[in-house]
């Protein structure tokens, strides 16, 4: 179990130092800059108080398109995450612009993240995203959120091609 007193509130205009710290994660070992750490107040779906999370690259070149999402608060605690930009084949921006304005998100500030699932059967692993509940972060306040979509036209099982 990590303890850690992880600020994410930082000051506009002043710059923080690097807290790099090397954490053993489930995907292997993987640096990490704390003050870029990312609370989601509420915790993830499932993980209510699991609210401090830090992105990093994944130790592996050919899963480079991913990040890890490292909890914080338990270093076993890592998920597989793909970054989606505001244009994208999953999510519709229409429904991206509404979530943001809900949650006082400023477009200009988002960062999407979507949670990866594999699933392995002999000869073959398939990947699929929870495009039903992505992660909303606001880079400027390091503030994120796993927001729900109400629609059943985003799965929480969509397979990843």
Known sequence: M??????????AGMSELPLMETIQSRFGE??????KAI?????????????NYILANFPSEKMQQF????????SAL???ALPL???????????????????????????????????RSPGQVKLSVNARAPLLVDVERRVGIQH???????KVQHMLS
């Open 39 to 51: 609370a989601f107040p509420k915790g993830l779906l499932g993980l209510p108080d699991k609210s």
């Open 78 to 80: 890592a998920f597989i």
């Open 148 to 154: 729900v979509f109400q629609s059943d036209s985003y």
């Open 67 to 74: 990040k890890i999402l490292q909890s914080l608060d338990e």
């Open 30 to 35: 993987i640096s990490v800059d704390l003050s």
């Open 85 to 119: 930009e505001i244009h994208n084949a999953i999510l519709s921006l229409d429904d991206i612009r509404a979530a943001c304005n809900e949650l006082q998100i400023a477009e200009a500030n988002l960062a999407m993240l979507l949670i990866v699932s594999v699933h």
């Open 2 to 11: 990590m303890n850690h007193q992880v600020s994410v509130a930082g000051n």
